[in-house]
Every structure is written in structure tokens, then in C-alpha cells.
């Protein structure tokens, strides 16, 4: 659809940041979709939302509005990376920092946005570094600023509590001990169960693989667990016992019960999304 609307295939990876591909998806700001759209601007692109009926989860109808949106903030902007940050940020927002920066370069008017903003431009631009630029009309000077935000070799990519640097390591298709000799600040080769989240250094090249697969994969087995089970900490409980008991992520038991500092409580209640395999296996033993 975007190809055939003379717009970048790119911009598959902007709906992959919004919403990692869910449906179903809803912001904590009540955007939803995949492409994540506000109710009010949904309405504005020829979307029907109403109690009964939202057409933002229809991912047919909402790419057509999506891909009108991004045609108008072209329009309006003159240059892709400024439409994209316009649509994370909005049309107001990105207008008052080109104000602000007396300058739409990307080097300039990044430091004027949010912080949201600015990493969820980075993501999408160091995949357009590598695959696309002439696409998003990102030209030599262009590049040469977002060289300058990032050095020219590495990157930064963000990973959840409890992930291990092996598994990312493979999905980027890397040795474990070369991303591990890039983050030797992680002793054990995992990310500290009592951050909520680590930014980790990974080299430039393998940013396509990290928001292509390692990120993707995240998100599409997030999308697997279609059912839940009640689990109460027993004090031989460790948040690593109870991933591998139940086939999920370290990382993903943190985020679904939003457990401060990696610490678990005896007699704690835990909710475990799980596949409908996992579901059948424990009922059968019920």
C-alpha cells in the first residue's frame, strides 16, 4: 500500500515503533491502532470512532489514513524526517521547535523536541541511514548530522530488565562475547532486573537486524500469549524459576506486573501471559 502510494517502505518501521504491529494496540494517551492515532485526528483522516465503532483497528483503513497524514505533513514540513517527528510529537510541537532552533535541521531542532521524540526519530532514522536514505531525502549533509548525534561506529538501542545480551547477540546475528565486550558494564551478560530499562551499545550495522527481528520477535510473542495464569510467590521463588516454569521472558514477567526492582514478596500474586499450549498443559494437570 505505502509502495504503491508513492511513499517509502520505510515507513513500515514507523508502525513498528508506534505499535510493534499490535492491532489492538492503546497508548497510555488512548492512541490506538497500529499506527497509533489519536481519536481526534483519526476523525480528521476519515476514520469513524465512536463508542461502538473504532476504524483505527482496522489496519487496511487506518495505513489509508496514515498514509494521507504523512502526504499532508510532507506537505507542510518539506521534509520527511520533520513529518516524521510531527507525527509523534505534532504538527504544533515540531513547528514551535523549528521556531525555537531558527533551523529544521535535524542536528538542530532534535535538541528542541521531547525526549520521546527524539529517540523514536533516532530508531527510525538509523534504519533509513542504512537502507533508505535517498528515500527520505535524508542527503550527505543530513547524514552528517545524524553522524554527529550518534559517532560514526555505534549506537544505542533500548532492551527491557532481565534481558540477556546472548539472546540479543543472536538475533542481531553477533557472538554473545562481541556485543558483551560492548557492554562490559553488565557482568553477568544481562540487563539488571532492577532497571525498568538499559540502553546498550550495539555497532551501527546491526540496528536493521535489532528493529527488523530482536524488536519485531518481542513484540510478536507478546502478541502469542493469549491467555493468563495466577501465580503466588512461594519464598523459593526467583523471577528466573518462575520464566522458565512458565515459558516467558525474564524480562517480560517484569513488564507484566510492573515489579519494581526485580523484587518479588512471598505470597505475591503474579499474572503470567502465556501461550494457549502453556494454558493447556498446566489445566490438564488441574
Not at 504491529?21 to 492515532?37: C, D, E, L, Y
Request: with cysteine; net charge positive; glycine share 4%.
Amino acid at each position: 500500500m505505502l509502495l504503491e502510494d508513492n511513499l517509502s517502505d520505510l515507513f513500515v518501521y514507523l508502525a513498528m515503533v508506534e505499535s510493534g504491529f499490535k492491532v489492538n494496540a492503546v497508548s497510555p494517551k488512548k492512541a490506538t491502532g497500529i499506527w497509533q492515532f489519536m481519536s481526534a485526528t483519526a476523525k480528521a483522516y476519515n476514520l469513524t470512532v465512536n463508542s461502538s465503532f473504532d476504524e483505527r483497528l482496522d489496519p487496511i483503513l487506518a495505513t489509508n489514513s496514515a498514509m494521507l497524514y504523512l502526504h499532508k505533513l510532507y506537505g507542510d514540513f518539506g521534509k520527511w524526517y520533520l513529518a516524521i517527528m510531527a507525527y509523534n510529537a505534532g504538527e504544533g510541537r515540531v513547528q514551535k521547535a523549528i521556531k525555537k532552533a531558527k533551523s529544521d535541521r535535524l542536528s538542530v531542532v532534535i535538541e528542541y523536541l521531547p525526549k520521546e521524540t527524539q529517540l523514536y526519530i533516532k530508531k527510525i532514522l538509523l534504519v533509513a541511514m542504512i537502507g533508505e536514505n535517498i528515500s527520505l531525502g535524508l542527503e550527505e549533509d543530513s547524514l552528517e548530522e545524524f553522524a554527529d548525534i550518534y559517532g560514526d561506529d555505534m549506537a544505542q538501542v533500548e532492551v527491557d530488565a532481565g534481558e540477556s545480551l546472548s539472546y540479543v547477540a543472536k538475533m542481531i546475528n553477533m557472538k554473545p562475547k562481541e556485543l558483551l565486550n560492548l557492554n562490559h558494564h553488565f557482568k553477568n551478560g544481562k540487563i539488571p532486573v532492577s532497571l525498568s530499562k538499559y540502553n546498550i551499545n550495539i555497532p551501527k550495522d546491526r540496528v536493521v537486524d535489532f528493529y527488523t527481528k530482536y524488536s519485531l520477535k518481542k513484540e510478536l510473542d507478546r502478541a502469542s500469549k493469549c491467555c493468563f495464569i495466577s501465580h503466588t510467590v512461594d519464598k523459593k521463588d526467583s523471577l528466573n524459576s518462575i520464566s522458565k516454569k512458565y515459558n516467558i521472558r525474564v524480562s517480560e514477567l517484569i513488564k507484566s506486573n510492573s515489579i519494581k526492582g526485580g523484587k518479588l514478596k512471598t505470597n505475591q500474586l503474579l499474572v503470567i501471559p502465556v501461550t494457549q499450549k502453556t494454558f493447556n498443559d498446566f489445566s490438564s494437570k488441574i
